[in-house]
């Protein structure tokens, strides 16, 4: 498994979760879809997004009304299939700060779930 790009402090993660954390970052939409199950969910403030058409929309839209850094502060893995990356952000909404932890499942060898939340 690879260790995070830029965060060398940070466990190594499966590179499955490494690309899609850098296409993220990169707001690259089929980049990080190609991460992804067909079928994969994506839960966000509260809402689910299934399937690459309904995660594709929410990936060319989230969080797009705000600016901020992110900064990679912590990584662990449960087993094989559950995955934690926190990323900190600091930007122009509301309390400035936040801790999100990116939970990944995974299933052969892509991402199934994903639930982003504080």
Do not use: C
Request: net charge negative; proline share 7%.
């Amino acid at each position: 498994m690879p260790a995070i790009p830029g965060s060398p402090a940070v466990p190594a993660v499966p590179d499955v979760v490494t690309r899609y954390l850098a296409a993220h970052g990169d707001r690259d939409v089929p980049a990080a879809l190609a991460t992804m199950h067909e079928d994969a969910t994506v839960t966000d403030e509260g809402s689910t997004h299934t399937g690459s058409a309904e995660i594709g929309r929410w990936l060319e839209t989230a969080a797009s009304e705000y600016t901020y850094t992110t900064e990679i502060v912590a990584a662990e893995s449960e087993d094989d299939a559950h995955h934690t990356v926190t990323h900190r952000l600091e930007g122009n909404f509301p309390g400035g700060r936040v801790d999100l932890r990116f939970r990944f499942t995974l299933r052969d060898g892509l991402i199934e779930d994903l639930t982003i939340a504080p």
